[in-house]
């Protein structure tokens, strides 16, 4: 992929939500949202022309950039429900932050190339969730396919009472699914990933470089 480490970023976690298993996704998405405003996604997210540690001229280019804020809609959507050729893909890469025990994540009335799709998933135990499916169908895809975090370790997923096979990263339910019990344990030795531990990061990278200008001068 050619272009600017912004253009980069943004393309990766914009687009790339099929290939997470290693948390590239995740992390992207909270630096691209963490630096909307920062100088590395500057050009895409709020302005244009903005040096690092220069004046912040903006040169007449309004702000925020709009292009930037569909494409964050678009990608924050495919993250819990998006179409791939035939096949509906479902949690393709959600925030370790948001899989607590008492947690809920909601999807509503969400549009897709298939009918409408209602989801919840619900975190029971640390050890337990329920995903809940409703959906007003119109033409079936080809395969509903569920994304397991890659930060959790899938041991059993049972769909309406049957025990389907967890191969690799995803789990193929019935077209017909509506209740997914999904047993799993949080890996060992991970990063922290989340909007949070990204922004407290980005400020003490911040930090680092304007005590170095101090020191410097440049």
């Not at 809609?73 to 998006?82: D, K, P, S, V």
Request: glycine share 8%.
């Amino acid at each position: 992929m050619m272009g600017s480490p912004s253009l980069r970023a943004r393309w990766h976690t914009e687009c790339h939500p099929a290939g997470v298993g290693d948390g590239a996704c995740a992390a992207g998405r909270s630096g691209s949202i963490r630096g909307a405003g920062s100088h590395q996604f500057a050009q895409a997210g709020f302005e244009t022309d903005i040096k690092p540690w220069g004046d912040r001229n903006f040169h007449d280019n309004l702000a925020p950039h709009g292009w930037f804020a569909a494409r964050l809609r678009i990608a924050l959507r495919n993250m819990f429900i998006r179409e791939q050729c035939n096949d509906l893909h479902l949690l393709s890469a959600i925030s370790p932050a948001w899989v607590q025990p008492g947690d809920e994540m909601v999807v509503n009335h969400a549009p897709t190339n298939f009918g409408t799709v209602d989801l919840s998933l619900r975190i029971l135990f640390p050890s337990r969730a329920m995903l809940t499916l409703h959906d007003a169908i119109v033409d079936d895809p080809a395969h509903i396919v569920l994304h397991p975090p890659w930060f959790m370790e899938t041991s059993k997923v049972v769909v309406d009472g049957v025990s389907l096979p967890v191969t690799g990263s995803s789990v193929v339910l019935p077209v017909q699914a509506r209740t997914v019990q999904i047993e799993w344990r949080k890996r060992e030795h991970l990063p922290e990933l989340s909007y949070k531990d990204a922004v407290t990061q980005h400020k003490q990278e911040c930090m680092a470089h304007y005590e170095q200008f101090l020191k410097a001068g440049n």
